[in-house]
């Protein structure tokens, strides 16, 4: 391209990147939907005392029309044809349906269009794979016996939180990533380009810390911050619900790869999607809230695990909210796309998946577009990742043992 096309091209996407990002960072998915933490102390009162009430979460009544009327503007003026633009494209629409979904909120369509955008337990996680479902039975099956001892939570949100500071600053030596403790938090712990947020009042183990350290710094706020500092196209910082899959399926195995996965984080995602299943088929969050407790979670850690399936639902079941059933099928596909870039010589594929916050499409459609450097490198990015060799290793092993069927191994029959 001539250097004047090319300087055209670019000042177009600058400016139309630059309207995108403000409009869709008004579009907040998770913290629309998230509990005060009243409701969870309300219903555990009522739970301890042997009253079965089911939870009371505020009404959520949004009116996001003018947002969504300024990302269709946008995205009318966007050229598809153009690898840039046709990303920008992909994200406006992603948070086109997004405004959508949570307009619906409570309602059966809530569900639907949640379905749309992160699937269902019962779906294929691809033609080849089994469901969602059968791949957390699966993991769930692995044990039928007792399970490993659990490393004790003892650490207070606040020493937590000293504690993954430390750690943090070691990879953002550049600019500060703080670490706050947030009392109204719903989830555990979330991440994104300008802080790390821990759940006030929450006890954390120490194997907890170093997977929140994997999964939510060193993946969710790497690829929002790198996203940030990209000299064209910023709007990679932004979590489009289009790119959780691979954002958790690279935060999930990330995990793995740097042996923070243990059997109880590994069981509570697979526990998660049963948990959605449940309440797609009609199941209230008492019944769901039981199903988590069976599984071997404390009372807090159940309303929590339950929280997070009714959130924009209906508590008193077949309204959900589906993202959780995302995990393993990101994690499953994100291997898979990994191993295939390494064996076929395209070894900066699956650093470039850290560039921004993207799908395994946007990384192939975008790549000549890292070679001419109009995206550039991700500044911050885990060991494991860079590591080509170290990684094709673990990647070629797991995917080998993957066709070892367990159910039809004896133990007393194995001879070295």
């Known amino acids: 391209m001539q250097g004047s096309n090319r300087s055209d091209r670019l000042a177009r996407v600058r400016a139309l990147d630059s309207t995108l990002v403000k409009q869709a960072r008004k579009v907040r998915i998770l913290s629309n939907l998230s509990w005060p933490v009243a409701v969870s102390e309300a219903f555990l009162v009522n739970w301890r005392a042997g009253r079965r009430v089911l939870p009371k979460p505020p009404a959520l009544t949004l009116d996001l029309s003018s947002r969504r009327e300024g990302l269709v503007d946008t995205l009318g003026r966007l050229d598809r044809d153009d690898p840039l633009q046709g990303f920008m494209a992909r994200t406006a629409q992603s948070y086109i349906?997004?405004?959508?979904?949570?307009?619906?909120?409570?309602?059966?369509?809530?569900?639907?269009?949640?379905?749309?955008?992160?699937?269902?337990?019962?779906?294929?996680?691809?033609?080849?794979?089994?469901?969602?479902?059968?791949a957390a039975d699966s993991f769930l099956e692995v044990y039928t016996d007792r399970l490993p001892d659990r490393d004790p939570p003892t650490l207070t949100s606040e020493e937590a939180a000293q504690f993954l500071q430390g750690r943090i600053d070691e990879t953002f030596d550049d600019k500060p990533l703080p670490v706050q403790v947030e009392p109204e938090?719903?989830?555990?712990?979330?991440?994104?380009?300008?802080?790390?947020?821990?759940?006030?009042?929450?006890?954390?183990?120490?194997?907890?810390?170093?997977?929140?350290?994997?999964?939510?710094?060193?993946?969710?706020?790497?690829?929002?911050?790198?996203?940030?500092?990209?000299?064209?196209?910023?709007?990679?910082?932004?979590?489009?619900?289009?790119?959780?899959?691979?954002?958790?399926?690279?935060?999930?195995?990330?995990?793995?790869?740097?042996?923070?996965?243990?059997?109880?984080?590994?069981?509570?995602?697979?526990?998660?999607?049963?948990?959605?299943?449940?309440?797609?088929?009609?199941?209230?969050?008492?019944?769901?809230?039981?199903?988590?407790?069976?599984?071997?979670?404390?009372?807090?850690?159940?309303?929590?695990?339950?929280?997070?399936?009714?959130?924009?639902?209906?508590?008193?079941?077949?309204?959900?909210?589906?993202?959780?059933?995302?995990?393993?099928?990101?994690?499953?596909?994100?291997?898979?796309?990994?191993l295939k870039a390494i064996q076929g010589g395209k070894h900066e594929l699956p650093l470039n998946l850290f560039a921004g916050r993207m799908t395994l499409r946007d990384a192939l459609l975008l790549a000549p577009e890292f070679e001419d450097q109009t995206i550039a490198s991700p500044r911050y990015a885990p060991t494991w990742i860079r590591n080509t060799s170290r990684l094709s290793a673990f990647l070629s092993w797991t995917a080998f043992t993957n066709r070892v069927r367990l159910s039809h191994i004896d133990i007393e029959a194995l001879d070295g």
């Open 97 to 134: 349906d997004a405004t959508l979904m949570l307009e619906s909120a409570g309602s059966p369509a809530f569900t639907q269009r949640s379905i749309a955008i992160y699937g269902e337990p019962t779906r294929r996680i691809h033609p080849d794979a089994p469901t969602h479902l059968q």
């Open 185 to 338: 938090l719903s989830s555990l712990a979330t991440a994104g380009a300008l802080r790390v947020r821990l759940r006030g009042n929450a006890v954390f183990s120490h194997t907890e810390l170093e997977q929140l350290l994997q999964h939510e710094a060193l993946v969710h706020s790497a690829t929002s911050r790198n996203g940030r500092q990209q000299p064209v196209l910023t709007c990679l910082s932004l979590g489009a619900p289009r790119t959780t899959c691979v954002q958790e399926g690279l935060a999930t195995l990330s995990e793995m790869i740097t042996d923070a996965m243990d059997v109880h984080r590994l069981r509570r995602i697979a526990l998660r999607i049963r948990g959605v299943h449940a309440a797609l088929q009609g199941a209230d969050f008492l019944q769901v809230f039981e199903l988590f407790l069976s599984g071997g979670q404390t009372e807090s850690e159940a309303f929590h695990s339950a929280q997070r399936v009714f959130r924009g639902g209906d508590v008193r079941g077949g309204s959900v909210f589906t993202k959780d059933v995302i995990y393993i099928k990101g994690m499953l596909l994100t291997h898979t796309f990994l």
